[in-house]
């Protein structure tokens, strides 16, 4: 009887994690896909054409009237690649000086990736070069030489400080050929796109809305290294309970993620 119970209880926390878990993955999955979408638009639509046929309030606009197709992010935000010898040129263009993430005047460097168009939920973006961060520079970097969605470390967000992961994909001119090198991805790249997860309170919405959530504690990892897992959603543990895992693909391949789920008292 007691052997019965147990095996229905397991059941029961393996149903729920992997229902959570597949639909965090699909919800990952929409965002990512339509933020591809947007990069794609802003090649065809800003480079192609001259003058560019799409400005700050336009891409405003169309990624406020499109974010029920990104559940989980915080916002769109792009960054232009400018180099060092164009930045005099750049901010007199744009009429300001690009800042640092610690919102102070970017300090000589390279090359740069200051926001200039972002959707209003993130325009606290407006004017930073993302490289003066080290988890979207990391990204900007990975971004470009693979040509896919890149995620960062789990990470505390700008604005709204809750962990979350940010999201790039670079921007390439259209005439990039589908089997470019590396080194033509890297010298064909125009700016990047990009976003905050915002796991800590968009999926705490998601997953509150299903039932049974009262029964049990969830909690995500990247286990990309698979000795040092880093918390990016959920509770800090303290019992020993053996949690159920369930696999999840954020589709970077580089990176490793699991969801873990426990009763939160012993059945
Ligand atoms: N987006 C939202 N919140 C953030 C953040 C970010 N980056 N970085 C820190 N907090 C413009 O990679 C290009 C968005 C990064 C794109």
């Not at 040509?147 to 990470?155: D, I, R, S, Y």
């Not at 090198?181 to 968009?202: H, K, N, P, W």
Request: glycine share 6%; net charge negative; hydrophobic share 40%.
């Amino acid at each position: 009887q007691r052997r019965q119970s147990m095996d229905r209880a397991e059941e029961r926390l393996v149903s729920m994690c992997e229902e959570r878990a597949r639909m965090l993955q699909e919800q990952f999955g929409v965002t990512v896909n339509h933020v591809h979408a947007i990069a794609i638009l802003i090649a065809t639509f800003n480079y192609e054409k001259s003058p560019p046929a799409i400005d700050a309030d336009t891409f405003a606009k169309y990624t406020a009237r499109t974010s029920f197709e990104r559940p989980l992010l915080n916002g769109v935000a792009y960054a232009q690649r400018v180099f060092h010898h164009e930045r005099e040129m750049f901010e007199s263009q744009q009429g300001w000086i690009m800042n640092t993430m610690q919102r102070e005047p970017a300090p000589p460097r390279d090359e740069y990736a200051p926001v200039i168009f972002s959707q209003d939920t993130v325009s606290y973006l407006a004017r930073i070069d993302m490289m003066s961060g080290e988890e979207d520079q990391e990204n900007i970097l990975r971004a470009r030489t693979t040509g896919k969605a890149v995620l960062t470390n789990p990470f505390r967000l700008l604005g709204s400080n809750h962990l979350g992961v940010v999201l790039t994909f670079a921007v390439y001119r259209p005439d990039l050929p589908a089997d470019a090198s590396v080194e033509q991805r890297v010298e064909a790249t125009i700016g990047y796109l990009g976003g905050g997860f915002d796991v800590e309170s968009l999926v705490e919405n998601l997953l509150s809305k299903l039932a049974g959530n009262q029964d049990i504690v969830v909690n995500v990892y990247d286990v990309t290294n698979a000795s040092e897992p880093m918390a990016l959603y959920g509770p800090s543990i303290l019992d020993e309970q053996v949690p159920h895992v369930s696999m999840l693909d954020f589709g970077d391949p580089f990176r490793r993620h699991e969801m873990r789920c426990r009763y939160r008292q012993k059945p």
